[in-house]
């Protein structure tokens, strides 16, 4: 049982240097957190201030009830993997994962017992004896997680684990890391800039950027319903299309295109109109398209593999492009092309706050196959 | 461009190889002979010379290298005077200084390389500054001082400025050493719950010991040969270190220069700095390049 809870946490570096503002959320118990964000958000500053390796201008850190604000790292029941891993270079694996518990005064027998169990499962056994500099990148990635994960701690801290590692070995301990935190009712905060990572990993994911809470839900739903005109643009790949679009009465106005609002919506003079590329669909024939049609040129075409994102001007403006992502077996090899826009996969932001025009109810709408995809 | 081109050189080449390769070899050897002959030479001459016989010391021609061996001079320093006294002196003063360097020195340089202090490049600047202070003006104000407070004969006369003229060394040394220390190292080791003092102890402590052991090592030296502050603030016989009772061999004798007790003495000055040097050059090794590459 626990439950890491930051209150009004902000950390103010020098006047003009305020990675954190203001930041309140809740992990509970099982839960997996991940703190996303483009660099320099503050991501590992609000990280190293639940540590307690950074200690916060204001506000609060509250682990199962208890506020441990001004208490020390040693003393939070807190474990945390580092990006660099961070091993005792003059340590054996065995005493590096034995240091912490060692510290606690804990019986020789139970710490045995508990890095033996850990290191089984990590596959750690044959490497005990070795020291880190004689490791390679993954197994000391390996170790640092051990180490983290013999000390059962209230709350486990991972910064970046998986930055250091190639592209095919991430993917691998990406799936490990999922299976043996899901098996474990601990909160998890999780650092990361990869969307990949945050979304496959995380039961909660929050959009962090100018040290402000951008969002905090659940990685569907920050697909599905990003907040505001930042989260569009930043989760997802490749990128939303957005556009600032002038309104008449209703009815905003894209090139040649006339698109109603949603009647839910109250129209501020400008809107943000945005709709994912994966979402915006080929028209063969003007007539059966669904939702709005736009047509344009083709200016770039980009060939993806599975599909090809294609770009193109939209007619009746200077230099507006829309790119859709059209499955490679689908033949349309014309210069001009007329796309249509889903109404439901339409999103409206104020232009000038940037916060989503309208949300549905927080159910979730029922999966359709169209929305399957990875997000990537 | 994929393009894959043929090899520019053929192999044939390969033959021509361990001759030249060989001549290179030759000339390497002789360089290295001749450089270490060159900065060998007074050494062994010294070597010689004290185990040469009286006789031959003086001989005209020079006898390079001598038939007869003698310990006559070994013994003769260690018999008429204390000199394994003054040995133990010179000891005594160098190590409490080096340790004295290496314990004010090393939580300083830790305090420059890891805290955000206001005023840390004044005080990086001045430490510089120190050092650049002409040898001889220090000596003055340091007579006056000693002088003033009554330290002459006393080995805190020696041991204090030694430290001091050493400590800045420490520090900048040490102090770039503990900057390319990993900071997630000590981070990693707050969250395992090591204490300021334990992670001293246990994590950086190990960590820095080829760094100490060569400041150590370096600090050890330049108090082992001081001469100036030794000859003047010591005048008590039986308190003098190993330079000045090696200079004062020669003042001994009036008629003739006692070149073979001379050369003895320096030999045995010099013996305990050679076999510490041997005994830790895996570690200095280490610590002179533990910053050439990111560990
Ligand atoms: N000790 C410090 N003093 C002053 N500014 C700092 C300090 N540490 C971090 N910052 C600043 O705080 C901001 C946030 O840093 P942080 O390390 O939290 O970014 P991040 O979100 O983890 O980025 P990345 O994804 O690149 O790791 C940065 O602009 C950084 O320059
Ligand atoms: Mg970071």
Redesign the interface.
Known sequence: MAKLELRHLNKTYTPKVIPVKDLSLDVDDGEFLTLLGPSGCGKSTTLRMIAGLEQPTRGDVVINGEVVTSKAPGDRNIAMVFQSYALYPHMTVYDNLASGLRLRKMPSEEIRRRIAEVSGFLGLDSLMDRKPGQLSGGQRQRVALGRALVRQPAVFLLDEPLSNLDALLREQVRAELKSIFESMQTPVVYVTHDQTEAMTLSSKVAVLNDGYLQQLDPPRRIYTHPANRFVAGFIGSPQMNLFDLQCDGRTAILGNARIPLPSSITPPPTVTLGIRPEHVELVSSEVNGRGHSVQGKVVLVENLGMSDLVSIRIRGTDHTTLRALIPSDRPWRQETLTLSLPAEHLHWFDAETGDRLYSEPLSLPPERPQERKEVR | MTTVHPPAHPPAHAEARPSRFSARTLWLTVAVVLVVLFSLAPILWQVLTSIKVNADIAAIPNVYFPRRFTLQHYIEIFNRRPFLNYMLNSFFVAFTSTLLCLALGTPAAYALARLRLPGERIVLASVLIVTLFPYILLFIGLLEIVRATGLANNYLALIIPYTAINIPLTILVMRSFFQQL?R??E?????????TW?MLVR?LL??TTPALVTTGILAFIAAWNEFIFALTFITRESMKTIPVAVAQISGTAVFEIPYGALAAATVVGTLPLVILVLLFQRRIVQGLTAGAVK?
């Open positions: 990993p997630d190292l981070d990693s080791a707050k969250v395992d719950g090591y204490n334990q994590i190990p960590l560990g």
